[in-house]
């Protein structure tokens, strides 16, 4: 029904920024919760930023916080993950996620959408 696509990762080094997107189609953007997991090398997918519908709900895990800034585009049914001085521990697999339900926001298990994924990798 939603369909997620994901992209900008790759390469950078630790300080280094990177700026994510996830186009949304298929669905009423606007009325959706947007997420970013993430999912590194051999550990758990974890919560990382999520932003509802009002435009200035927005939630952040703890790691993360102060580094990464999620917004949205409602226009272009898109949604960003702007990440600013980057570390090594940030190096995974970045997916896009979306629901309808305006709580759980951390919960991956309240998402029911999903992209592909777009990896990111942090070198020291």
């Known amino acids: 029904q939603v369909l997620l696509a994901e992209s900008g990762g790759g390469l950078v080094q630790a300080g280094g920024s990177l700026r994510l997107s996830c186009v949304a189609s298929g669905g009423t953007f606007s009325s959706l919760t947007m997420g970013w997991f993430r999912q590194a090398p051999g550990k758990e997918r974890e919560f990382v930023a999520a932003?509802?519908?009002?435009?200035?709900?927005?939630y952040y895990a703890d790691p993360v916080k102060g580094r990464f800034t999620i917004s949205k585009d409602n226009a272009k049914n898109t949604v960003y993950l702007q990440m600013n001085r980057l570390k090594p521990e940030d190096t995974a697999v970045y997916y896009c996620?979306?629901?309808?339900?305006?709580?759980?926001?951390?919960?991956?298990?309240?998402?029911?959408?999903w992209g592909q994924g777009t990896k990111v990798t942090v070198s020291s």
């Open positions: 932003i509802s519908w009002i435009p200035d709900n927005t």
């Open positions: 996620a979306a629901k309808r339900r305006e709580s759980h926001y951390t919960i991956l298990t309240y998402y029911e959408y």
